[in-house]
C-alpha cells in the first residue's frame, strides 16, 4: 500500500465545474466524475500499473485535463471519454510540478527544464521551451510565471503578455538598447540563435557597460555553442572576455564540453584547468561549498567533482607529447606559494587526483599535515595517477611517510608491515618517533619485542595454514564467567559485519562485531582493536551494519544512513572519529513514540525462491575514491569519503537494480530496453547498452551479474515465474538460462555460485563468474522451505532447511524467522566444490534443526552448528540446554555432539582459532569448548556417530528427560549461595530488567 512507485494523485483537491465533480484520492486507484445533482458516478478512469497518475489539471470548456508522469490526457466532462489522442511527454521527460492554464493553453513543467505549451483545443504540443533552472510547481502573478522547485524559486515572462509589451515598446522607442536585448531574449526563447546574437550584439554596441545586455549576450553565446559549437566557437572566443566579467565557469564548461565532444582532449585540458584557477579564485575560507552544476533535468554534480572526474577522464587520452607542454601547466599550479591559504593547495590536489607530476606535491602536503589530519594525509599518500612515470625514490618516499603515520597511530604492526617488514627501518623510526609529539610508540619501551611479536603473528596466518588431518580431542567447561564477554551480542548467533567494498590495504583482514550500537573492531594478525559507539537512536539497533573501507575511511551502512570513521582517531581516543554521516531515514525523531500503523515485525521475509527479501529505498551501491555512492528511494547520491559532501545525483533511479563492475555502475529498470552505464566519477551516463529483457526483472546480483526472474504478470501462477537468466551488465547479453519447478529453492555461493535445488535431489549450479552451468543428483530428506550455502575456502556446505526435520516437544533457539545471524539446517547436509558444483562428500549428513552461527571462521577446518534448546516444565521449571556440533568441512564426518549442557541466555556465539597449538576454542551459552586437532589416528573401532539411526542433533527424549530432571533436582535442593541467582529463577540466567 506504500509503494511509492503505485499511481498515486499528488493533489486530493476535488475540481467542481458544471454540475460535476472530478477528483483523484491520493489512496485510490482511479479518477472518478460525480454529478452534484444526485451523486450518481458519472464515469471512472483507473490506474493501470505504471501509469504514474499525477493530479487533475483542471477543466477547460467541458474538457478534464488529466496530467500523468509521462502524458497529457483529455477526456469529456459528463462521459470520460477521451477528448483527444493523449500526449506523451516529449524527450522521455517526466512532469514535475503543477501546470497552469492561458485560455486554451495549458503550460507544464518537466524534469528536463523544459516547459511544454500544449493547445487544449487540438490535444497537441505546441512548443517546448527550455529555462535557465530547475522547475517545479507553476502559478501565474501578474505577468510573471513564477516556478517552484525543490531548490529556488524563479521568476519568468510570459511570451504572450512579454511579445504585447515588446510590441507597444517597439512603438514608442524603436532600435533603443533595451528594446533590441528584449527581441534577443524573445528570439533565444524561440531557437532563433543567430538572430537573437545579430540583436544582442547592436545592444551590445549601443551600451556596452549594461549589464542586464551583456548578461543576456553571454547567455546567447553559451546557448550557440550548445547549439552547434563548430560554428560559434570562433564568434564566440572573439568575445571570450565578456564571459570572464560575467560567468566565466559557465562559458569554460560549455567550451570543454564542445572540445571534448571533438576529441580536441589537449585544448580541453587546458580550458579545465583554466576551469580550476577560476574554482580557487572564487573559494574563500571552506573546502566545498554549495556551487553545484545542474547538468541535466535528471543530474546535479558538484563543481569540484566535476573538474576531478573530466580532468582524470581527458589524461587518460593524452598522448605523450600532450604530456610534455601540459607537464609544465600541472606542476607550475602545485608549486607552493608561502602566501597562499595552505587549503587552496588542498583543493587544487583534490582537482588533481590521479594525475601524474603531482606526488612530490601529495608528499610535501601530507607531511605538513603533522598530526592534524592523518586520514588525510593517508588519503593523499594512496592516490594512484594515471600515466604516473616509474619513480622508486618517491614510492619509497610515499611509503616510509605512511608507516609514520600508522606508527603515530598505534598500529606498529601495520607500520612494519608497510616498511617492507624492515627491522631496522622501524627501530630506526620507532626511535626517531620518541621523545616527539608521536602518541603511538610511547606507549611501549620495547620495540625489539614488538617485532618478535610480529613475527610470531605472521606465522600464526590462518589461510597459511595446514590443519592435522588426525584425532579431533574437545573438552568442555561451564562457567557464569564463560558469558561475559566483548562480543556479547543482541543475537545468539553474534552480530559479524559483513565486509563490503575495501580499497587500499589498510582495512584488510579486519573484522567488524556490532551490538545495540557499539561497533568493536578486530584485526587478529596485528593485534589493534577499537571500539565506536554509533548513534543509532532513531534506528533499530538489531540491524547489523555493513562495512565498507577506503585505506583508513571506514564507511559504515546502517539502516537507513551512512556513518563514516576515521579509523586513525577512532584508534587512538575511541570515540572521536566520526568524519561524517548522511542520513536518509523517515522515523520518529524520538524512538519511544512509535509511527503510525503496525508495530514494526522483526521477521525475516523470504520469496519464493527461499531467498531473503532485500532492504527497499537504501543502500550503499559503490565504494571508491571517486565517492560513497548512495541508492535512495528516486536519486543516487555520490559523497566525497573524506568530507561526506554531496558530489553529484543523479534522479529517476526508484525502481532500478544498480551494481558496480569493472570500475563503472550498471543500472537496469524493470520494463526498460536499455543498461545505463554510469561513470561513478561524475555521474555521467557514458553509454546505453541494448538489451532483450522484456517480462525480466533483477533478482539479485552474484559474481557483478545480474540475476534475472520474470515479472509478476496478472492471474498467472507463480509456476510462470520459476525461471532464472543470468545477464552480463557490460554487454546486455543473456549468459545462462533454465526453467524450475516450484519446488526449487536457491543459494548464493559466496559471490561465484547459484545452487538451484528441487525437492526432487536434482541440482542446477551454475558458475556465475565463468558462466558455466552444471547439474547433478544429491540426497535430500523432507520438503526444504529454503537453502543457504555457507563457504570454507573453495568448498560450500548447503544447509537445507525442511519443516519435518525440527524438532517436537523441544523449544529451538535462535529462531531461523528473527535472527538474521544464523542460517538454519534441517534436512541432508552436503557440500560441493565452489568451482563446478561437484559434490565434495563421499556421503551427505542428515542434520535435526541445527543453527550455523555465521559470524564463524570460513578458516575454520570445522563447521559449527549451534541451538539452545528449552524445556519449558521440569519440576515445574523452565531449563535450557547448550547444544552443539562440530562437522569437518573436508570429508563431512561428524567430530563433536554434546545436547545436554546447561546454559545461560544472552550470551552470543564466540570463536577464536589459534593455528599454532591446532587449536580452536568457542564460547557459547556460558560453556567453554577447547578443541584440539592431532595427528593421532582416529580408531578403527570406533564408528562415526552420525551412521546409527539418530540424525546429527536427534534427541533421545527419554535420556534427554532424565538428564533436565536430574539438573532441576540439584538446582532445587542446591543451598542458597549469598550473590547467586534466586532458587526460584531456575532458568539459570541473569535476571533482565524489564
Wanted: proline share 5%; hydrophobic share 40%; net charge negative.
Amino acid at each position: 500500500e506504500t509503494d511509492p512507485m503505485l499511481s498515486r494523485s499528488l493533489d486530493t483537491a476535488v475540481v467542481v465545474h458544471d454540475g460535476v465533480s472530478v477528483f483523484a484520492p491520493s489512496n485510490g486507484t482511479a479518477i472518478y466524475g460525480i454529478s452534484n445533482a444526485d451523486g450518481a458516478e458519472l464515469w471512472q478512469i483507473g490506474h493501470d500499473e505504471g501509469s504514474m497518475f499525477r493530479y487533475v489539471a483542471g477543466v477547460w470548456n467541458q474538457l478534464a485535463v488529466l496530467v500523468y508522469a509521462q502524458e497529457i490526457v483529455g477526456v469529456d466532462l459528463r462521459t470520460g471519454q477521451p477528448a483527444w489522442a493523449p500526449i506523451p511527454i516529449p524527450n522521455g521527460a517526466h512532469v514535475v510540478g503543477k501546470s497552469v492554464r492561458s485560455d486554451s493553453k495549458l503550460i507544464v513543467p518537466l524534469s528536463n527544464q523544459q516547459l511544454i505549451e500544449i493547445d487544449l483545443l487540438q490535444g497537441s504540443v505546441l512548443s517546448e521551451t527550455r529555462c535557465e533552472k530547475a522547475l517545479g510547481n507553476l502559478a501565474v502573478v501578474d505577468n510573471r510565471l513564477l516556478s517552484a522547485s525543490p531548490f529556488e524559486l524563479t521568476s519568468y515572462s510570459i511570451r504572450d503578455r512579454f511579445q504585447a509589451d515588446l510590441i507597444a515598446e517597439l512603438k514608442n522607442a524603436p532600435g533603443t538598447a533595451s528594446v533590441l536585448q528584449k527581441e534577443g531574449e524573445l528570439a533565444l526563447a524561440s531557437g532563433e540563435i543567430e538572430k537573437a546574437m545579430a540583436k544582442l550584439e547592436e545592444a551590445i554596441g549601443l551600451s556596452p557597460q549594461d549589464f542586464d545586455i551583456r548578461r543576456s549576450f553571454i547567455k546567447a553565446l553559451t546557448m550557440a555553442l550548445r547549439t552547434d559549437f563548430d560554428r560559434y566557437i570562433e564568434k564566440v572566443r572573439s568575445y571570450e572576455s565578456f564571459a570572464s566579467d560575467l560567468d566565466l565557469p559557465t562559458y569554460l564548461r560549455v567550451m570543454i564540453h564542445g572540445l571534448e565532444k571533438r576529441e580536441r582532449w589537449s585544448e580541453a585540458f587546458e580550458k579545465l584547468l583554466e576551469l580550476s584557477d577560476t574554482r580557487l579564485s572564487r573559494r574563500i575560507d571552506q573546502m566545498m561549498d554549495g556551487n553545484s552544476i545542474d547538468a541535466s533535468a535528471r543530474w546535479t554534480i558538484h563543481e569540484d567533482a566535476w573538474i576531478s572526474a573530466h580532468l582524470a577522464r581527458i589524461a587518460r587520452r593524452l598522448s605523450d607529447s600532450d604530456w610534455e607542454t601540459l607537464r609544465v601547466s600541472i606542476e607550475k599550479r602545485l608549486e607552493v606559494d608561502p602566501k597562499q591559504d595552505p587549503s587552496m593547495v588542498r583543493l587544487r590536489l583534490q582537482h588533481f587526483d590521479g594525475l601524474p607530476y603531482t606526488q612530490t606535491a601529495r608528499l610535501n602536503y601530507a607531511n605538513s599535515l603533522g598530526i592534524r589530519s592523518m586520514v588525510d594525509a593517508e588519503y593523499l599518500l594512496t592516490s594512484s595517477a594515471t600515466r604516473e612515470p616509474p619513480n622508486d625514490q618517491a614510492d619509497q618516499a610515499i611509503r616510509k611517510a605512511k608507516a609514520r603515520l600508522y606508527l603515530k597511530s598505534e598500529r606498529p604492526m601495520k607500520s612494519w608491515l608497510e616498511l617492507g617488514k624492515d627491522d631496522e627501518a622501524f627501530l630506526t623510526m620507532a626511535k626517531d618517533l620518541s621523545g616527539k609529539n608521536g602518541p603511538g610508540i610511547l606507549r611501549y619501551n620495547a620495540p625489539n619485542a614488538m617485532l618478535i611479536r610480529f613475527k610470531e603473528r605472521e606465522l600464526a596466518d590462518l589461510e597459511k595454514h595446514i590443519w592435522p588431518q588426525g584425532k579431533v580431542e574437545v573438552t568442555s567447561s561451564f562457567a557464569e564467567a564463560n558469558a561475559v564477554g566483548q562480543f556479547q551480542s543482541t543475537h545468539e548467533g553474534s552480530n559479524l559485519c559483513q565486509i563490503g567494498s575495501i580499497v587500499g590495504d589498510s582495512f584488510l583482514g579486519w573484522q567488524a562485531y556490532f551490538n545495540n550500537g557499539l561497533l568493536h573492531l578486530v584485526q587478529p594478525q596485528t593485534g589493534e582493536e577499537v571500539q565506536y559507539l554509533l548513534d543509532v537512536a532513531r534506528l533499530d539497533r538489531t540491524v547489523t551494519p555493513r562495512i565498507h573501507a577506503i585505506n583508513s575511511i571506514l564507511i559504515i551502512e546502517l539502516k537507513d544512513q551512512v556513518v563514516a570513521l576515521d579509523l586513525f582517531h577512532a584508534n587512538l581516543s575511541q570515540q572521536d572519529g566520526q568524519l561524517w554521516n548522511a542520513n536518509f531515514g523517515k522515523e520518529n525523531l524520538d524512538p519511544e513514540i512509535p509511527g503510525p500503523g503496525r508495530g514494526r515485525s522483526n521477521t525475516i521475509e523470504r520469496n519464493a525462491w527461499g531467498l531473503p527479501i532485500p532492504k527497499k529505498g537504501f543502500r550503499v551501491v559503490d565504494v571508491s575514491r571517486w565517492g560513497v555512492i548512495v541508492q535512495s528511494e528516486n536519486e543516487i547520491v555520490s559523497f566525497h569519503p573524506l568530507l561526506g559532501t554531496k558530489q553529484w545525483n543523479l534522479q529517476g533511479f526508484r525502481t532500478a537494480s544498480l551494481l558496480s563492475k569493472g570500475g563503472f555502475l550498471y543500472s537496469f529498470e524493470t520494463g526498460a530496453k536499455t543498461i545505463q552505464k554510469i561513470d561513478p566519477s561524475d555521474g555521467s551516463v557514458v553509454e546505453e547498452i541494448a538489451t532483450e529483457q522484456e517480462g525480466w526483472t533483477p533478482l539479485t546480483v552474484v559474481a557483478d551479474r545480474w540475476l534475472f526472474q520474470p515479472v509478476r504478470q496478472a492471474n498467472a501462477d507463480q509456476s510462470s515465474r520459476m525461471k532464472l537468466r543470468l545477464v552480463e551488465p557490460s554487454t546486455g547479453e543473456n549468459i545462462l538460462q533454465a526453467d524450475h519447478t516450484l519446488d526449487t529453492r536457491l543459494a548464493i555461493a559466496g559471490d561465484l555460485g547459484v545452487v538451484a535445488l528441487r525437492s526432487d535431489g536434482t541440482m542446477l549450479y551454475w558458475n556465475a563468474r565463468k558462466g558455466t552451468e552444471s547439474k547433478f543428483q544429491v540426497d535430500v530428506e523432507g520438503k526444504f522451505s529454503s537453502i543457504t550455502a555457507q563457504v570454507f575456502g573453495d568448498i560450500a556446505l548447503i544447509l537445507p532447511h525442511a519443516g519435518a526435520m525440527e524438532l517436537d516437544n523441544v523449544q529451538v533457539f535462535p529462531q531461523l524467522r528473527s535472527d538474521p545471524t544464523v542460517a538454519a539446517c534441517a534436512g541432508r547436509l552436503f557440500a560441493i566444490q565452489v568451482e563446478d558444483g561437484s559434490l565434495a562428500w563421499e556421503r551427505s549428513q542428515r542434520v535435526k534443526h541445527f543453527l550455523f552461527p555465521l559470524s564463524q571462521s570460513r578458516q575454520s577446518p570445522a563447521a559449527v552448528f549451534l541451538r539452545r534448546l528449552t524445556l519449558k516444565n521440569v519440576r515445574g521449571m523452565a531449563l535450557d540446554f547448550t547444544s552443539i556440533a562440530l562437522i569437518d568441512v573436508r570429508t563431512g564426518k561428524l567430530l563433536y555432539q554434546k545436547h545436554d549442557l546447561p546454559a545461560i541466555r544472552g550470551d552470543s556465539f564466540r570463536q577464536l582459532l589459534l593455528p599454532a597449538q591446532n587449536q580452536m576454542s568457542i564460547k557459547l551459552y556460558g560453556n567453554l569448548f577447547q578443541i584440539v586437532w592431532t595427528d593421532e589416528p582416529w580408531e578403527q573401532s570406533t564408528p562415526d556417530p552420525a551412521t546409527g539411526d539418530l540424525a546429527i542433533g536427534e534427541l533421545d527424549l527419554d535420556s534427554f528427560q532424565a538428564s533436565a530432571e536430574e539438573l532441576a533436582d540439584k538446582i532445587k535442593n542446591a543451598p542458597a549461595i549469598p550473590g547467586n541467582l534466586p532458587r526460584e529463577n531456575g532458568n539459570l540466567d541473569p535476571q533482565i530488567p524489564r
